[in-house]
Structure formats: structure tokens, C-alpha cells
């Protein structure tokens, strides 16, 4: 256990929080828990322009809902705030001053128009776009006057030339970058506002940030940030870049892929718990072929060395599977309840749900296979399907059976499923049918479907009244 270990999840606040941040907050709360650390809430609002009115707080009320407690942050002040990147600007403009006074930071004038005439040119000759660091070959004394006359700027980072940037990472081992393919990166904007850049670097130092568990998108940027962590004489924090997240295609999983926020899932019906499990096996797996963690066990179990370096499948039938499996691990009481919320309209009563599930248990992944897949559960047909209305109403002799047997299946005692597979058996059996030619459209009579869980136990769950009901219904 290492107690000195100390990690952030710094999400930028531009709306819903995605599986992918999900992920990254789950691994660094892990990760803290298990080794006894510190798990730090930091809140990059240095893009003004893409902050979204209440991201902040709803990224707040999610993780509350699943379970991840932070020991810093926003709300739970601590030694090394304030924890939000806006309320820090004044030590982003001192860091600054220290790299230019050591020569690793210089203002640039270029406006935008030059910069995109550059890219221009460059692309059309082939290259990659990069700053050509006209603005570097300035001498200082110039540079001062011309600041002191107004004139905009901004500060760059003054990459070294002609030697390479070796990266240390936890899950994808030592990765070399050329210096000379890294951009002289801006790293104080015109408007005041640090880059990403700078205040990430800034903060997990002054954070005192042991471990920087993030996306491997950031990877291409962590050589710029192992750089200045070199300029201001500090030792860099330990890497670990997780896998991609990919849709089943493998396309890389978006924003704009669907539902990829935590809310969609959420207001699916997918348990906070299950949520949890499932994203902590996209890129981790554990010794064994185990599936089915809970929060506690996942604290237990994780390690980064057993996260992959490829890219993950984000499966939503498996995730559908995995909450059937935390749902039967609630009490049926725990289970009723949850469901309960779900319920969209239908007219469900506590007791009756409670019956219900006590049959589709089993089955039950969302609360969407009850209400919307099974909703005869709760309220009578309103048609049948077509196709089997010409196969099993079509007959006469079993349609006058079908009334012989509503008529009888009012004796029955008692009411459960064992007493009227054993009746309607016995009534077929007198009548020269096999039983599936009453099985099939009692089933229709009272779902309107073909396809349904077992027949006498959704019977059973229904009750007398509302099987003689619907029989009726169907009959006339």
C-alpha cells in the first residue's frame, strides 16, 4: 500500500459526464482506495468558451449517485486548492514568468490570420502544420516593448531541438517521442487563460499528484508536459495512458456515438453498481474469469498492470446482462423498489410488481424487459399479433375447447403454476389435444403475443381474476 499516493480526475466542464471520463474517475478512484491514497476532484474550466451552464454540478450529483466519494475537490476543500482551474490564474501567470526568465517560454505576436496562412502553406508543401517559431527569434528586449505598448500575445513554450522525450508508462512501458516533431505549444492565451498544457502541469505539481491515470488520447501531449516538468526542475508524476474506448465496429466511441453519457444509462435503468462493474472491465480484467464485482471487490482486485494497451468494446448487451446480474443480487424488496421507478404510467401496484418479479427474476436485465417488452404483466392486451390470431384462433374445436377450459380453469386450487400446468394438462388430454394446442392460445389470450416467460407461472403471477378476464376478452 502506498500512502502517499494521490490522483485526480480533472473533467473540463462541457456537459454530461461520458463512460469514457466515468472510466478514468472509476480507475484513479480505485487505484487511491486500494493503496490507501488521496482521490482529488479538479475542475478544468481554462475553455471558456465550452463551458455549459450546471455541468458542474450534475458531474457532482452522478458521482454521488455512483458511489465515487472524493477526498478533495469543489465541495471538500483541502490544503492544495481552490480546485477549480479558473480561481487559479494568478499561478499560471507566475509559471509563466519562471519559464521565460530561464528561457523556456517566449511571447508570440502572430495574429490569426498569419497562423492560419502558415498552416496553409504548410500543408500544401506536405508538412505537418506546426508552429514555425518566427516569434522565438525575437530578442527579449524587442519583445518587452512591444508588450509594453499593447500589443496581443501570446506565450509559448520554447521546445528544445535536436534530442528525443522518453516517456515512462505504467501500461504502455517506456515510449520515445522527437523533439522535433513537438509543437511549440501555446501555453498562456491572450485573454490570461492557461492551455490545458501548463495548468494541468502546474496543478499536479502543486496538487502534489503522484499518479496521472488518463486517456491514451493524451499521450501524443504528455511529452510537452514531461518537458516542463524538466524546465521547472520537478520530477514527473507516474504515467498511465488507458486503452481507447471503441463501439462495437471498433470505431472509436464519441460524443456523437449515441448514448454515451452516464445519464442515458441512468435514465435506462441501469443500476449505479452494475454501471460500475461493467465500465471497470472495459480495458481492466482481473486474475481470473470472474464478471460480477461489487465496488468493494473492485477495490480489492484492480491493479494497472492489468490494464491493456488495446482498445475496448463498449458492449451494451453485455452491460444490459451485467445489471440482470446486480439486479438479482438486490433483496426483492430492494428489487421491487428500483423497478417501481420505471414503470412509465402503467398502473403497477407494489404488491403486484412484487409477484411479478418473483417469476422474471431470471430474466430481467432493464426495467424496459418488464414495462416495455412484457407490459401484459400489467395491463391487458390491446390487440394480438396477427399471425398467431390465424394459427391458434383458426380452429374451431380448440376455440370451443379454449371456452370449455376458461370456464373450468376457475376450479383450480390452489392458483400457482404447478396446479395449472397439472390442470390444463389433464383438461387437453380429455379433449383428444395435445396440450401445446391450449398452451399457444391461452398464451396469445392473455399477452396478445406469441412469445412469452412460462406460461402457468405468468398465470400465477397474473392472478384468477385477470386470467378470466382476458380469456373472456379474447373469446369474445
Known sequence: MMSDVRVRYAPSP??????????????????????????VLRIEDTDQTRK???AVENLLEVLEWLGLDFDEGPLHRGACGPYVQSERLDLYREHVRILADAGHAYPCFCTPAELEEMRAVQQASGRVPMYDRRCRRIDRETAQRRIAAGEPHVWRMAVPVGRSVMISDVIRG?????ANTIDDQVLLKSDG?????????????????????????????????????????????????????????RSKMSKRS???????????????????????????????????????????????ERVNKAGAIFDLAKLEWMNGEHLKLLTDAEAVDYLLGFANGLPVSREELGRVWAMMKTRVRVPKDLFVESPYFFSDPEG??????????GDPSVMSALAEYRDRVNEVEPFDAAALEAHLRAFAAAHNLSAGKLIHPVRLALTGKTVSPGLFEMMEALGRETVARRLDKALS
Do not use: C
Open 384 to 393: 394480438y399479433d396477427p399471425a398467431g390470431v390465424a394459427k391458434h384462433f
Open 52 to 54: 455549459v451552464e450546471g
Open 193 to 249: 487563460f492557461p492551455t490545458y498544457h501548463l495548468a494541468n502541469v502546474v496543478d499536479d505539481r502543486l496538487m502534489r499528484i503522484s499518479h496521472v491515470i488518463r486517456g491514451e488520447e493524451w499521450l501524443p501531449s504528455t511529452p510537452k508536459h514531461v518537458l516542463l516538468y524538466e524546465f521547472f526542475g520537478w520530477n514527473s508524476p507516474v504515467f498511465a495512458h488507458l486503452p481507447l474506448l471503441l463501439n462495437p465496429d
Open 174 to 178: 517506456d515510449v520515445r517521442f522527437d
Open 258 to 304: 449515441g448514448d454515451v453519457a452516464v445519464e442515458d444509462y441512468r435514465k435506462k435503468g441501469i443500476l449505479p453498481q452494475a454501471l460500475i462493474n461493467f465500465v471497470a472491465l472495459l480495458g481492466w480484467h482481473p486474475q481470473d474469469d470472474r464478471e460480477v464485482f461489487t465496488l468493494e471487490e473492485l477495490i480489492r482486485e484492480f491493479s494497472l
Open 14 to 39: 462541457t456537459g454530461f459526464l461520458h463512460v469514457g471520463g466515468l472510466r478514468t474517475a472509476l480507475y484513479n478512484y480505485l487505484f487511491a482506495r486500494q493503496n490507501g491514497g488521496a482521490f
